[in-house]
């Protein structure tokens, strides 16, 4: 795992940017892995200026994302697809028909597991996935367990991640039970792996995920067997791991 520091949130978003830029640039047609959350944020904006001023092209790009809510429909403001829509999509030059996500509206589980697994194989796979890292280790809605779920699967959330995502609805009891995730298998296929990481109170648990004993019960943590992981971490983020350097 390769771990950049950089000075604040703004900083850690351009150089996260900058990454996957560098991947857009020298592979046009890539398969981009997406998140969502407070944490991408910055990085969308990024990106999106520079598309803005011609410094790059989404035209052969495909995206798949990591999770949607359960129960959720694409036009709902708290859904995924419309949290995509609004700092990516409508904002640069990517078909839409190569935007993809899982149905949240598609309450027959199963199904809607095998065909959002089956479409990221026949897409030949993640060029790069995005990660954004939960307070408890988690990585898109893989929550702490007793195993590694390996495919696209249904997810009790946590309530440490309901807590923590509560913000962005207007009552803590709007706030999804369920989601559809990618699982760690299906993330640990993506050839390069970028994970974005911000803020004190992620301090302790990216020292776990980088350096602590690789455990389902602290998912990040399979990171450290993946060939291409970059990390990149403003200093507050950072703060325990730079105290040990």
Excluded at 38 to 61: K, M, R
Excluded at 112 to 121: A, K, T
Excluded at 124 to 129: K, R
């Amino acid at each position: 795992m390769r771990l950049i520091i950089t000075e604040h949130y703004n900083d850690m978003c351009r150089k996260a940017a900058s990454i996957m830029a560098s991947q857009i640039t020298l592979k046009p047609d890539s398969v981009l892995g997406l998140a969502t959350g407070a944490t991408p944020v910055g990085i969308y904006e990024q990106l999106t200026a520079w598309y803005q001023n011609g410094e790059l092209d989404f035209s052969q790009i495909t995206t798949v994302n990591l999770d949607e809510y359960y129960g959720l429909a694409p036009d709902n403001e708290q859904s995924y697809h419309y949290f995509m829509t609004e700092h990516l999509f409508s904002k640069v030059n990517l078909p839409k028909g190569r935007q993809f996500l899982p149905d949240g509206k598609n309450l027959d589980t199963d199904r809607e597991c095998e065909r959002y697994q089956n479409l990221i194989r026949l897409l030949g796979g993640i060029d790069m996935q995005l990660l954004g890292l939960g307070h408890n280790g988690h990585i898109g809605f893989n929550e702490p367990s007793d195993a590694f779920v390996k495919e696209v699967h249904l997810v009790k959330l946590a309530e440490q991640t309901i807590e923590a995502n509560k913000r962005f609805f207007a009552r803590a009891e709007d706030v999804p039970r369920k989601a559809y995730t990618m699982g760690i298998g299906t993330i640990f296929q993506a050839k390069k792996i970028l994970l974005a990481v911000s803020g004190a109170q992620k301090a302790k648990i990216l020292k776990q995920v980088m350096y602590g004993p690789i455990c389902p019960q602290v998912p990040g943590t399979i990171l450290q067997l993946h060939s291409d992981v970059t990390v990149v971490a403003d200093r507050e983020a950072a703060e325990e791991i730079e105290a040990e350097i």
